[in-house]
């Protein structure tokens, strides 16, 4: 992957304030071309630097009623335990994020459910029966307010 410079910067950066700016619309801003522009935007998708563009929904509208942060600690830390547990934390529909951290425990998990019936559940069947995992920890979310945008660090010394 080759460094990205000043431009793919404000590429980055506008795109992540809104992915749905047209080709013509994002050229026009940084005063490129709008084939220069479609080429950059491809090429970092292709390098896997634009990873795709989303769409941010309202969580009420789509009935989630409550959102926690769920951490785990395993029993053991090998690579095959590790690995395990995060296949099957990724492949659970109610895991939004998942964080695999340093500290005392191994994973943070970012659920989002209907209700605390939904959240017992989901400890209950999902995290807690599983044999790697040692202990398990829920702290529920009163307000979740996410950054739109990551800093962009490769293309600022320019």
């Given at each position: 992957m080759r460094e990205l410079d000043r431009i793919d910067g404000e590429i980055l950066a506008a795109l992540q304030k809104n992915a749905r700016l047209s080709n013509k619309e994002l050229a026009a801003r940084l005063h490129i071309a709008q084939s220069t522009c479609l080429e950059r935007v491809r090429r970092m998708v292709e390098e896997g630097v634009l990873r795709g563009f989303h769409a941010r929904l309202d969580p009420e509208a789509v009935g989630i009623g409550l959102q926690a942060l769920v951490s785990v600690r395993l029993t053991r830390h090998s690579r095959e335990l590790v690995e395990a547990f995060r296949a099957h934390a990724l492949a659970v529909p109610e895991?939004?994020?998942?964080?695999?951290?340093?500290?005392?425990?191994?994973?943070?998990?970012?659920?989002?459910?209907?209700?605390t019936e939904h959240l017992r559940e989901l400890a209950l069947t999902a995290f807690t029966e599983r044999p790697e995992v040692a202990h398990m920890e829920t702290a529920l979310v009163f307000e979740h307010v996410g950054k739109a945008a990551l800093p962009i660090y490769a293309a600022a010394g320019e």
């Open positions: 895991v939004v994020a998942l964080y695999h951290v340093g500290g005392a425990d191994d994973f943070l998990l970012h659920v989002a459910v209907r209700d």
